[in-house]
């Protein structure tokens, strides 16, 4: 079965671009989750989808958002890139029921390596 | 107050010796509780889960839960050098409004 998967796995941006990071999550998952983690510290929360409506969004400004696809999958846009952008973007999925007390497990992406310069 | 806290270390153990990482959260509302390992610039990988109060084992990996104490840890035992990552504690928020909450982490450095 595959795992969640994230494309691209590098993504090298000029400030002021706009960056669309893409994430597949494990079939029957409904709900992803997006991280930010800059290098060498602990992973930031960003967003939260579950059956396409966003349920939360992290301490991050506006230029950051995203959506989930029909399908599941969902894509993280980041607009008027700046240098402090450049971290590790984390995808998860889980089976999380919204409204329960209780999680699945959820489990990762390999992660897009975003790079402002 | 931190909603999940973990000594950042490093913490250092010889090769075949128990490691102990110890996480606490302030939700008293969480249900689910989780370890994740993660290598250096690699994605977190899940080791264990834990719901109820007591131990949880899993051939060499034992999780531990008090959720009287707000506690929750891991126990390595026989830790190898392949062991050495940050260990990361992830525990449900739901009375935050988001689902998974991750501690800061814990640097385990395994001594050959």
């Known amino acids: 079965e595959a795992g969640v998967t994230q494309s691209p796995t590098h993504l090298i941006k000029t400030r002021g671009q706009q960056a669309t990071l893409r994430c597949s999550p494990i079939?029957?998952?409904?709900?992803v989750y997006w991280y930010q983690q800059a290098l060498g510290l602990g992973l930031q929360f960003l967003l939260w989808?579950?059956?396409?409506?966003?349920?939360n969004r992290g301490n991050f400004p506006p230029r950051f958002s995203g959506r989930q696809f029909p399908n599941y999958s969902s894509e993280l846009n980041v607009n008027a890139l700046e240098l402090e952008d450049s971290a590790l973007y984390l995808c998860?999925?889980?089976?999380?029921?919204?409204?329960?007390?209780?999680?699945?497990?959820?489990?990762f992406g390999q992660g897009t390596r975003l790079t402002v310069v | 107050q931190k909603e999940v806290e973990q000594n950042s270390g490093p913490l250092s153990v010889p090769e075949g010796a128990i490691a102990s990482l110890n996480c606490t959260y302030s939700?008293?509302?969480?249900?689910?509780f989780f370890w994740y390992r993660q290598y250096s610039g690699k994605s977190p990988e899940l080791i264990m889960f834990?719901?109820?109060?007591g131990d949880k084992e899993d051939g060499r990996f034992t999780a531990q839960l008090n959720k009287a104490s707000q506690y929750v840890s891991l126990l390595i035992r026989d830790s190898q050098p392949s062991d050495s990552a940050t260990y990361l504690c992830?525990?449900?928020?739901?009375?935050?409004?988001?689902?998974?909450?991750f501690g800061p982490g814990t640097r385990l450095s395994v001594l050959p």
């Open positions: 998860a999925s889980s089976l999380a029921v919204v409204g329960s007390n209780k999680n699945t497990e959820a489990f």
């Open positions: 079939s029957g998952h409904t709900s």
């Open positions: 989808y579950d059956e396409g409506e966003e349920r």
């Open positions: 939700d008293r509302g969480s249900q689910s």
């Open positions: 834990i719901y109820s109060n």
């Open positions: 992830a525990v449900n928020a739901y009375n935050y409004g988001q689902n998974f909450v």
